[in-house]
């Protein structure tokens, strides 16, 4: 018998994906303590606050683009997965795998930036590990940051009601666009977007319903996520979409979806319609893009408001998506 090969997929919520996690997931027994499993972090209640743990594995190609490098998207990674789930990050564990060869001099520049990020967060490197593998067996460097936080109050991606507006924290897919960009040679004014988010997130927590940081299948992925989990409709409106003219000529030029591009320094929420436009109003002092995109109602899926009248369904990402961006 012909046996069944692991393939690239898209990342975040892909059919293939979710069918290999699924069958991961049942060799582990589940325990009723450690809470939101699958979320961006599980949760643990410590007296009257709640840890959150968090782990990703970043793999990144090219490791240097425009606005930042491998270090710097796992260290701001990890602290948004805490951040979005209402945690305030206090540790960050690091692991390298170096391909024998690589250029001490690249790896120092990637140490400073993820030291950049430790200092300017205020969360520190507190534990790690450190292995070379033959040349070959890897490409050149692969981070796994590991994290935890303390949260008074957990934020998930299935609390989204019907009345609530949708925001974005800024313009959404400039992540994607740096990297792309890099690869095809293509000239393009917009860096990553890779950005830690813990004090506009907490700027605003207190309104918010859920919160997700679309990366991997962007924003797609993680609103259908919403959505289902959340058991609503989501509607975006095609004249609010946050989408920079850069980021939709390239996704246009290379038949990919918008919507499918990964950020690493955004977050899209649901928020009560009555404190969306004070939410806004806070999250610009960080980001004067950030806007309301659309609506929760009553019903199941995302879909698009055209500016002609028209509703579309938008889909969860699937195939082969943009590899090794995040």
Same mark, same amino acid.
């Given at each position: 018998?012909?046996?069944?090969?692991?393939?690239?997929?898209?990342?975040?919520?892909?059919?293939?994906?979710?069918?290999?996690?699924?069958?991961?997931?049942?060799?582990?027994?589940?325990?009723?303590?450690?809470?939101?499993?699958?979320?961006?972090?599980?949760?643990?209640?410590?007296?009257?606050?709640?840890?959150?743990?968090?782990?990703?594995?970043?793999?990144?190609?090219?490791?240097?683009?425009?606005?930042?490098? @491998?270090?710097?998207?796992?260290?701001?990674?990890?602290?948004?997965?805490?951040?979005?789930?209402?945690?305030?990050?206090?540790? @960050?564990?690091?692991?390298?795998?170096?391909?024998?060869?690589?250029?001490?001099?690249?790896?120092?520049?990637?140490?400073?930036?993820?030291?950049?990020?430790?200092?300017?967060?205020?969360?520190?490197?507190?534990?790690?590990?450190?292995?070379?593998?033959?040349?070959?067996?890897?490409?050149?460097?692969?981070?796994?940051?590991?994290?935890?936080?303390?949260?008074?109050?957990?934020?998930?991606?299935?609390?989204?009601?019907?009345?609530?507006?949708?925001?974005?924290?800024?313009?959404?897919?400039?992540?994607?666009?740096?990297?792309?960009?890099?690869?095809?040679?293509?000239?393009?004014?917009?860096?990553?977007?890779?950005?830690?988010?813990?004090?506009?997130?907490?700027?605003?927590?207190?309104?918010?319903?859920?919160?997700?940081?679309?990366?991997?299948?962007?924003?797609?992925?993680?609103?259908?996520?919403?959505?289902?989990?959340?058991?609503?409709?989501? @509607?975006?409106?095609?004249?609010?979409?946050?989408?920079?003219?850069?980021?939709?000529?390239?996704?246009?030029?290379?038949?990919?979806?918008?919507?499918?591009?990964?950020?690493?320094?955004?977050?899209?929420?649901?928020?009560?319609?009555?404190?969306?436009?004070?939410?806004?109003? @806070?999250?610009?002092?960080?980001?004067?893009?950030?806007?309301?995109?659309?609506?929760?109602?009553?019903?199941?899926?995302?879909?698009?408001?055209?500016?002609?009248?028209?509703?579309?369904?938008?889909?969860?990402?699937?195939?082969?998506?943009?590899?090794?961006?995040?």
């Amino acid at each position: 018998m012909e046996k069944e090969m692991i393939e690239l997929e898209a990342g975040a919520g892909g059919e293939k994906s979710n069918r290999l996690i699924a069958q991961i997931r049942r060799n582990f027994s589940a325990s009723r303590r450690w809470k939101n499993t699958q979320d961006d972090g599980a949760s643990f209640r410590i007296g009257k606050e709640q840890l959150v743990f968090t782990t990703d594995a970043f793999i990144v190609d090219p490791i240097f683009f425009p606005g930042g490098d @491998i270090g710097k998207i796992a260290m701001c990674g990890t602290i948004n997965d805490l951040s979005v789930m209402g945690a305030r990050p206090i540790g @960050i564990g690091l692991s390298l795998v170096i391909e024998e060869g690589f250029p001490e001099e690249d790896l120092q520049k990637i140490m400073e930036s993820i030291g950049k990020i430790s200092k300017i967060t205020g969360v520190p490197i507190v534990t790690g590990d450190t292995k070379v593998t033959e040349r070959g067996k890897i490409d050149k460097l692969e981070i796994t940051t590991s994290g935890v936080g303390l949260a008074k109050k957990i934020i998930n991606n299935s609390g989204a009601q019907a009345g609530d507006a949708v925001i974005a924290s800024g313009n959404l897919g400039e992540h994607a666009v740096a990297l792309l960009a890099s690869r095809f040679n293509y000239k393009t004014k917009i860096r990553s977007d890779c950005r830690p988010l813990t004090l506009e997130i907490q700027s605003v927590a207190k309104y918010m319903t859920s919160c997700k940081d679309p990366t991997r299948g962007g924003a797609a992925a993680v609103l259908n996520e919403m959505a289902e989990k959340s058991k609503v409709k989501i @509607i975006l409106e095609e004249d609010a979409l946050p989408f920079a003219k850069e980021t939709v000529a390239l996704s246009e030029l290379l038949g990919i979806d918008k919507f499918s591009f990964p950020s690493e320094g955004r977050f899209v929420a649901t928020v009560p319609q009555k404190y969306a436009k004070k939410a806004i109003q @806070i999250l610009r002092k960080f980001n004067k893009e950030a806007k309301i995109i659309g609506a929760v109602t009553r019903g199941r899926g995302l879909y698009l408001k055209t500016s002609l009248g028209g509703v579309k369904k938008i889909d969860i990402p699937r195939g082969k998506l943009i590899p090794r961006i995040c």
